[in-house]
């Protein structure tokens, strides 16, 4: 903390906000991180060879972290969806994630940005260690999707409502108890943001593992199957169940939406047979 509060903290191209840091007024305002690692492509390499180099933003920090970094993969390893990681990597299990990013951010009521917006992220496995707990307010949250659509509620967006949020668990907010030093990992699939803080400084270290996310891949050579589906069945309230599971050739009863009514339409992505980022929207 010390390290970051000496170098300063500025806004990131990672933001989920407004991208402060093209506005020239706001450029050296203490906001959000410090870029410590990035496995990024070379861009003197040859077009198509996609060639990486890491970059060290911060080497102070890198040097305590570093040691670190084989403890931090290992949890990925043991903690992520093996079903889910071995329909991507059938013959690789035990695949090495790939760290692609370390950011160290800092959340203050001082600050030109204190919280952050509902998203998720893009990359297939996150890693988010606490570093303090001397603050009030604020914090990492997940939000529970509706249970008759799978999405989440439209009225949790924007930056008005995150900052209303209270640090308390609902039916629809769940704050997780991190002591400082805890490690929690979330993938690509879990909407989450950071709630208002309201005394003194929230900081955390993100570490950010394979940033080439399979699931997401737009050039993945899959044919890509959406089905929109609406009841016009007036009157009454249906279920959607999946009953055969084409990938794995076997009959299964999985409830992905419930209570649909006829104002309700639904969508679900898949390709070869498989639910695209595991889950219908």
């Not at 890198?62 to 931090?72: D, H, V």
């Not at 013959?91 to 204190?114: H, Q, T």
């Not at 400082?180 to 993100?206: F, K």
Request: net charge negative.
């Amino acid at each position: 903390i010390d390290l970051g509060e000496r170098a300063g903290f500025l806004v990131q191209e990672e933001s989920t906000g407004k991208p402060e840091k093209n506005d020239p007024t706001k450029k050296n305002v203490i906001s959000q991180s410090i870029k410590v690692y990035a496995n990024e492509i070379d861009e003197e390499s040859k077009k198509g060879d996609n060639k990486f180099k890491i970059n060290i933003g911060n080497e102070a920090i890198w040097r305590l972290l570093e040691s670190w970094i084989p403890t931090i993969i290992q949890i990925v390893k043991d903690n992520r969806d093996r079903e889910a990681f071995g329909e991507f990597y059938p013959n690789e299990l035990d695949r090495e994630p790939v760290l692609d990013g370390i950011f160290f951010r800092k959340d203050s009521p001082d600050a030109e940005r204190f919280s952050s917006t509902l998203h998720r992220d893009t990359n297939m496995n996150t890693v988010n260690i606490e570093l303090n707990d001397d603050y009030e307010g604020g914090g990492l949250f997940y939000m529970k999707p509706l249970a008759n659509t799978g999405k989440i509620n439209p009225s949790y967006n924007g930056y008005e409502w995150v900052d209303s949020v209270k640090r308390e668990n609902t039916s629809d907010i769940i704050f997780p108890s991190l002591q400082v030093g805890d490690a929690i990992l979330y993938n690509y699939t879990v909407d989450h943001a950071t709630a208002l803080v309201e005394s003194g400084s929230r900081y955390s270290m993100a570490f950010l593992f394979d940033m080439d996310n399979p699931a997401l891949r737009e050039d993945s050579g899959k044919e890509i199957l959406e089905i929109e589906l609406q009841s016009m069945l007036h009157g009454l309230e249906l279920d959607i169940v999946l009953v055969y599971d084409a990938l794995h050739e076997k009959h299964v009863s999985k409830v992905l939406f419930d209570k649909i009514t006829p104002d309700v339409t639904v969508t679900c992505e898949a390709y070869e047979g498989r639910e695209r980022g595991d889950e219908c929207d």
